[in-house]
């Protein structure tokens, strides 16, 4: 089993080389179905011209077999062989659009999973920041007027030094969570 880490820079990078490749791909098959249908048509103006010239000289197509026989031909070579490579052409495409939309669901994942540790980090710097709040309300709380025993300095340090602290904890148990639940 591979357990190399994936690189977001580097799925983004296949993704729109992918893209790129897709569409010139794309292009080169519409363009072979524009053949097609330029194949397709030039054969059908081709055999009414045969019957014109037969209507106007008075005699039927097969007075002119060998103009017949170049249309026969054409059909069975041209288009035949053009409609059998667009469908073996059109296979790649599939399997390039299955590609693309693998690199894409990849790259969601791995945007995903930087957004949980984000919010990982968010939710413990919450819980660290609420803590020396409420710590720094109590203490202020408990003062009488007159007196002070511990300096502002000290109560804003301890209130951050038990923030900070609490944040710690607190990351460490929501990571400990996260991978229980994985």
């Known amino acids: 089993m591979n357990t190399r880490k994936v ?3 580097e799925l983004q990078q296949s993704l729109v080389n992918s893209l790129t ?3 010139a791909y794309d292009n080169y098959i519409r363009r072979w179905e524009e053949q097609e249908n330029t194949i397709k048509t030039n054969l059908k103006n081709y055999e ?4 014109t010239i037969g209507d106007k000289m008075g ?3 097969t007075d002119f077999k060998f103009m017949e026989n170049f249309s026969i031909f054409a059909t069975e070579k041209y288009v035949g062989q053009v409609e059998a490579d667009n469908r073996s052409l059109s296979g790649g495409l599939r399997l390039l659009e ?3 939309q693998t690199i894409k669901g990849i790259s969601e994942i791995e945007r995903a999973k930087s957004d949980r540790a984000l919010n990982v980090t968010i939710a413990a710097a919450g819980v660290g920041i609420a803590t020396s709040g ?3 309300s109590v203490y202020a709380g ?3 007027p007159p007196q002070n025993p511990i300096d502002a300095k000290v109560v804003f340090g301890l209130s951050m030094g038990v923030g900070f602290v609490l944040s710690v904890l607190s990351a460490i148990v929501l990571i400990a969570i996260g991978k229980k639940w994985r």
């Not at 009414?48 to 019957?51: D, E, T």
């Open 142 to 144: 408990q003062i009488k």
């Open 59 to 61: 005699s039927d197509r």
């Open 7 to 9: 690189d977001l820079k």
């Open 48 to 51: 009414k011209r045969l019957g």
């Open 134 to 136: 409420v710590a720094a």
């Open 21 to 23: 490749i897709f569409s």
């Open 98 to 100: 299955n590609a693309i």
